[in-house]
């Protein structure tokens, strides 16, 4: 064959390989309002930088033991290739082949460019498009999928891993995701769900819609297994190259330096209402403390009563945990325990240092609360905070009380500063409850046991709710002004390095449940 034969043997076959399942599949794709596998990786990655790997390999008849069907790349795209000029390696189901289901060469596929993302060190997205098992290849299928979670795990905590669910993803297919680090879905597209409706009805005689058992809206805000909602694919793809660019590339790098920005909105003394049962919206608090008040909330509609994501101090990326005074108080409960417990465990892999804003009640109170097992949740806060070596800096703004005041990482779990604001309260519990236990008495024979009660809380607020008692023994270390922080914070993380002190070597501790 001569070279130009061979050349044109080439494109003809890449042509219609790329064309996946052919134009009436990719045509039945859009006509569902979704993008087709290969307009995704264009919007999601740096123009023309994909590397495709395994173009060629095609789903041979022999495997099924049926009628001859060429399956296009078996139905997965993968390569590598760069956002924002740094690599990723990146996997696309194709929805046009077989529903984008789940072979053996269709795995084979996905486990090589997990351990290429492993092997070259870089962050794996994955975007999920698939009718689940191909349920032709039996236990071959099951396999592939074992092969993909194991290699989840074993790349958690070494590169950030992706997900972004543009279309079903069902039945133990949702496993991979939620063995990763970030999930993405979108409006009416992205749905996930262990049985599906049909089975629900069989089984249980419930009636549901797919959406509203498994679509954005649902893992967003109820279950809390999807982390960014987007009403586009291409909104989708703008969070991820966001998200990417507070993010190192693996566990051994520190995340990129931009240069310093002054926030939009910054601090003013007033930021705290006078009146403090008042509630404030913490995000403003942010938002004056972060460059450019450039915040990426994580987890936005999930356990919104604490507020997690990545903003940057001169130009370095830093993980915030915060209280929500305008969502039930801010108190912590089950969900927000489990969220910020997991989000500061992800920081912690990936060298990011954590900043905690403090002003919560405490644990949400209620026969509902302890059965749902808060003891066991509220304890993966503790652990996460104790077992993070990264830099950990605190600022009591108001509230902190009794167990929250520890779990929101005071110096006694680990915070390498601790800062409150003159506003601060920090005791064993609010001024209320400790005025009608430790004065019952006086208050039960006071003439008029009201007046008395509210000169005990006066008397109480005065004597412990403020930083003065914690930062006279040193558990405070400094207390400054709101508009003063975000010049602290700056020094503290130009300076911070990870301390590792006190680390005892060990296989691993034990998680709680
Ligand atoms: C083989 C599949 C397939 C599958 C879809 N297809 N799912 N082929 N194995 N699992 C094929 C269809 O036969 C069809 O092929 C093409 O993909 C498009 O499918 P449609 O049904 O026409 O599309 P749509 O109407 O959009 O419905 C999509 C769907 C539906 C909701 C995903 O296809 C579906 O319910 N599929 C089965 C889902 C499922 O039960 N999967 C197994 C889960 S068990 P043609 O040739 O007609 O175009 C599982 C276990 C994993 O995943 C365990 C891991 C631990």
Not at 189 to 197: E, L, V, Y
Not at 229 to 243: G, P
Not at 413 to 428: K, T
Request: hydrophobic share 40%; aromatic share 8%; net charge neutral.
């Amino acid at each position: 064959m001569s070279i130009v034969s061979m050349i044109n043997d080439f494109l003809g076959r890449v042509s219609r390989l790329i064309l996946g399942g052919g134009r009436e599949a990719l045509d039945s794709q859009k006509k569902k309002g979704k993008l087709t596998v290969r307009e995704r990786l264009d919007a999601l990655l740096d123009r023309n930088s994909l590397l495709e790997t395994d173009l060629f390999v095609e789903h041979s008849a022999r495997d099924f033991g049926m009628a001859t069907k060429h399956l296009a790349g078996d139905g997965v795209v993968t390569g590598i290739g760069r956002i924002d000029d740094r690599p990723v390696a990146v996997f696309a189901q194709d929805f046009s082949v077989a529903g984008g289901s789940l072979g053996r060469a269709h795995a084979s596929k996905i486990t090589k460019i997990m351990d290429t993302a492993r092997d070259m060190q870089m962050p794996l997205i994955g975007i999920n498009d698939s009718g689940g098992a191909r349920i032709q290849e039996g236990v071959d299928s099951l396999c592939g999928y074992g092969e993909i979670f194991f290699r989840n795990t074993q790349l958690s905590g070494v590169v950030p891993q992706l997900s972004i669910i543009l279309g079903p993803c069902a039945g133990g297919a949702v496993y991979s995701p939620a063995l990763t680090d970030f999930v993405f879905v979108v409006d009416r597209i992205s749905n996930m769900f262990i049985t599906g409706p049909q089975v629900i009805r069989t089984v249980l005689g419930e009636e549901i819609s797919p959406e509203d058992l498994g679509g954005a809206r649902t893992h967003t805000s109820i279950t809390g297994n999807a982390h960014f909602f987007a009403s586009t694919e291409y909104e989708t793809f703008d969070q991820v190259r966001r998200l990417l660019s507070f993010l190192p590339s693996n566990c051994s790098e520190r995340p990129p330096v931009f240069p310093a920005q002054q926030p939009r909105q910054p601090l003013t003394p007033e930021i705290i209402p006078d009146d403090r049962r008042k509630a404030y919206d913490v995000k403003d608090i942010i938002r004056g403390l972060v460059d450019a008040s450039d915040f990426l909330e994580v987890h936005e509609l999930y356990a919104r009563n604490i507020v997690v994501g990545f903003g940057r101090l001169e130009g370095r990326s830093v993980g915030i945990i915060a209280n929500q005074p305008k969502v039930l108080a801010g108190v912590l409960d089950v969900d927000a325990s489990d969220k910020a417990a997991r989000f500061i465990r992800f920081c912690d892999a990936f060298n990011i240092p954590l900043l905690t804003l403090v002003d919560t009640p405490g644990y949400l109170p209620g026969v509902d609360q302890e059965h749902s097992g808060v003891i066991r949740h509220g304890a993966k806060l503790l652990y996460a905070y104790s077992e993070a070596t990264v830099p950990k800096m605190t600022v009591i703004m108001r509230k902190a009380y009794g167990g929250a005041y520890i779990a929101m990482c005071s110096r006694h779990l680990g915070a390498n500063f601790v800062l409150a604001w003159p506003s601060a309260e920090i005791a064993v519990m609010g001024p209320e409850g400790a005025a009608n236990i430790i004065f019952r008495k006086e208050i039960d024979d006071s003439q008029n046991p009201d007046v008395t009660r509210s000169e005990k809380i006066r008397e109480y607020e005065e004597k412990f709710a403020n930083p003065y008692v914690a930062a006279g023994k040193g558990y405070v270390d400094a207390i400054l002004l709101p508009q003063d922080t975000r010049a602290a914070l700056c020094t503290v993380i130009s300076v911070a390095k990870n301390s590792e002190h006190g680390r005892v070597s060990r296989r691993h501790g034990n998680f709680p449940v």
